[in-house]
């Protein structure tokens, strides 16, 4: 009964996850693995990726649209869950190279044989041939799926718990964020950090001992994984941002002195949304960059997470599907226009270059919602549904003055 | 009537501006208490160090049976222990309804998990609703709270206050925006709140003060300038100096 009111209440989650798994039902018919064959494994890969980008932007709405706290860092963890799980798929995949090449030899090789010949291989391009520390578990698993969870959400809560004891509001922690993806990236482009600096991990779409299994349908598999993870992501935030819970987080954004002073403390409740969004930020980089096939210290530049924040602003605030809607739209056009999909425009004397001209015209659409539609793209809705889903008390007394 | 809330030389400036000058002030439960005085005379500033707003640059604030500092508790701390207050300048959440308003003072544990795993109960409907009904916003439950007019947001804080069930109810200029009959109807339930609580009442209407017939202590350049009974106070020389005369 509890259920049926907390998804009469957002009524969105339904409408999201039919939306989601139309699509994904859709997207595989169409697919090589299916045998159709309309959409190529490398389109599939974006769609599953896109998948992705829309559950970072949900927890971005969450921690921004939500809590009032315009993270300009979310991106790191992202990136950090990336690292995460390549980490084990590229030494798991090594390993099995290694344990091939010598099975040829006479001797059998020793298990620090074994463990410096994958090091070699892995760490060659920095010119090491040792395991930095950080790798310990990167042979297990289940152990770098929990460090995707772990790390991402440790460092949130850290940073989290300083910034918010001492705090910093405002534009303040927003270039407090930055200033932490910075750090990162800037740590993981030295070549000692241990992540094989500028070359980050590679060959993360070949997953370790399914070497027969065609991309075609590994790049299904992620597709799917994905799309559960996006629909799982949506109704853990909505869940959150109902009830009393949203009402003090929303509290929270709009004055969070009168929150104090109505007894919560504020900053443990800024440090749950930091640090839950974190962590699903990290989880959707786990899946991201498998499909991505690469990751490297560029991903966790501070621009990455402005671009996030552009991508909430423009599909609307304070509305998950709204997120979600921006990230889809928004990292579908900036591919389109970057890998070259857009038709340059020849104006005589000069030729708009879409690679070149795409930021800007992201520049000025990120204005132009800003300043005349702030309800973003996820405003569009409200012209055919009239029930605010924030506001069920009121949708429930218009039923009940309908019904009397 | 045991004491509840206690400051001793409590003295604050800002900007080298003493706004709170060695003030003295007791007060019990239960007990009600008038705070008058003119614009400035430190209020406000008053209500702001009780509840850790502003932290004083002198003097100690002792609170309960236990005799606790409050000047080392955080404002979220102070207010669980029991000291609610209604600013002066309406402060609700514009953007959420008139139930969700309640609903966020209502007297339940305040912790994040708490409040995630939190779920309507039958009592916590009912008593939300009792408090609309007391503060007569029954029909606007629905209602975005910033849709209220001014002195419904009043009656909608004074709402959140009593769902608080604080021990000491600080209220700063109840009355502003009120009809005449809202302000009977606010005097009548302060005076009931003040029979098993203790309630600071800052009001510049004397109408108002004399309607609550308790101890009022007049305010003045951030000290007391004479505290007693309404009839007593009036006829201080001073106090008709300073604020009455005017
Ligand atoms: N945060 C602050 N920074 C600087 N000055 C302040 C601050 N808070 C209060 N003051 C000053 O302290 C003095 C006392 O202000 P306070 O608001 O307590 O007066 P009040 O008695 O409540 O007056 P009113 O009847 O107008 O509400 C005023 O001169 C005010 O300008
Ligand atoms: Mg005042």
Known sequence: ?404 | MSTLLELSGVSVSFDGFRAINNLSFQIGEPELRAIIGPNGAGKTTFMDIVTGKTRPDEGTVIWGEKSVSLLRMSESHIARAGIGRKFQKPTVFESQTVRENLAMALKNPRGPFDVLLYRKSAQGAARIEEIAAEVGLLDHLPRMAGELSHGQKQWLEIGMLLAQEPRLLLVDEPAAGMTPAEREHTTDLLKRLARKHAVVVVEHDMEFVRRLDCKVTVLHEGSVLAEGSLDHVVKNKEVIDVYLGR
């Open chain 1, 1 to 404: 009964m509890k259920n049926r009111s907390f998804l009469a209440q957002n009524p969105s989650i339904l409408w999201f996850i039919a939306a989601i798994a139309i699509f994904t039902l859709g997207a595989t018919l169409m697919s090589e693995a299916a045998g159709t064959g309309l959409i190529s494994t490398s389109f599939v890969k974006t769609l599953g990726k896109t998948l992705c980008l829309m559950l970072v932007a949900i927890a971005m709405d969450v921690v921004w649209g939500y809590c009032g706290i315009l993270s300009l860092g979310h991106m790191a963890f992202f990136g950090l869950g990336g690292y995460a799980i390549g980490m084990w798929l590229m030494y798991a995949r090594t390993e099995i190279i290694v344990a091939e090449s010598l099975a040829a030899a006479t001797i059998p090789p020793t298990p620090q044989e074994v463990s410096d010949a994958i090091a070699s291989q892995i760490f060659g391009v920095v010119g090491t041939n040792k395991f930095p520390w950080i790798w310990t578990f990167a042979d297990s698993l289940f152990l770098q799926l929990l460090m995707v969870v772990l790390v991402p959400g440790l460092l949130a809560l850290v940073f989290g718990w300083l910034a918010f004891r001492s705090r910093v509001t405002g534009v303040y922690l927003s270039i407090l964020t930055q200033a932490m993806t910075l750090a990162l990236s800037l740590y993981l482009f030295q070549n000692d950090s241990g992540l094989r600096g500028n070359n980050g991990l590679s060959g993360l779409q070949n997953l370790p001992g399914l070497d027969g299994v065609p991309q075609a349908t590994v790049s299904i598999a992620f597709l799917w994984a994905s799309a559960l993870a996006l629909a799982l992501g949506y109704v853990l935030f909505a869940w959150v941002v109902s009830g009393k819970m949203g009402s003090v987080i929303r509290g929270v954004r709009d004055n969070e002195a009168r929150v104090r002073f109505l007894g919560y403390h504020v900053e443990s409740y800024k440090l749950f949304v930091f640090t839950i969004t974190a962590v699903v930020a990290g989880i959707a980089g786990a899946l991201y960059y498998p499909q991505a096939g690469i990751i490297n210290p560029a991903e966790v530049a501070p621009i990455a997470s402005i671009y996030l924040a552009v991508w909430v602003a423009i599909g609307g605030r304070g509305r998950l599907y709204g997120a979600a809607i921006g990230a889809a739209v928004v990292s579908l056009l900036s591919s389109w226009f970057t890998s070259g999909g857009a038709p340059n425009i020849d104006l005589g004397i000069y030729v708009i270059n879409w690679t070149d001209w795409w930021l800007v015209l992201l520049g000025v659409s990120f204005v132009a919602v800003t300043l005349f539609f702030p309800k973003g793209i996820g405003g569009l809705f409200d012209l055919f549904i009239r029930n605010d889903k924030r506001a069920p008390d009121a949708v429930e007394a218009r039923r009940r003055e309908a019904a009397e």
